[in-house]
């Protein structure tokens, strides 16, 4: 897969990542996530620990309310930590903005955490990843 470069140096997640995440407790009930979705206009939030610590337990996307919604769960009233998948996939800062979308890719996932000395410091969706490795022109070439 084709590396993004900026100035001929590969980018990495770090410079790709938005550092601003929104974050949600396990406790919460998923009308909460949603609503921090809806107002950060994301769409997926990240479960931490704490907000001091900000280490990543979960991530709830918004396929994950969709589904739950469908399923017929009262978004008031099941909590987050009962839908969330525990030990999410993430990655240091350094990796490559083409490790990252292999990674994503081969995960089935569309979010990323970036995680430095444990704590959650950004995330990269697969949008973001794409768009990088286009700009840098890592087209297929029957694309192209």
Not at 17 to 31: D, I, K, Q
Not at 114 to 129: K, N, Q, S
């Amino acid at each position: 897969m084709g590396q993004a470069r900026q100035s001929g140096r590969t980018t990495t997640v770090g410079e790709l990542m938005r550092p601003a995440v929104t974050t949600v407790e396990g406790h919460a009930h998923l009308a909460a996530a949603a609503y921090l979705m809806k107002k950060a206009a994301d769409t997926a939030v990240v479960v931490t620990t704490d907000d001091e610590s900000r280490r990543p337990i979960g991530i709830i996307t918004e396929t994950d309310i969709t589904h739950a919604v469908g399923d017929g769960k009262d978004v008031n009233e099941v909590r987050i930590d009962e839908l969330v998948s525990t030990d999410p996939v993430t990655t240091p800062p350094g990796t490559t903005v083409g490790t990252a979308a292999a990674l994503m890719l081969s995960a089935g996932i569309r979010h990323l955490p970036i995680v430095a000395d444990g704590r959650l410091v950004g995330i990269v969706d697969i949008t973001d990843a794409c768009r990088a490795l286009l700009d840098a022109g890592a087209l297929p070439d029957d694309i192209a």
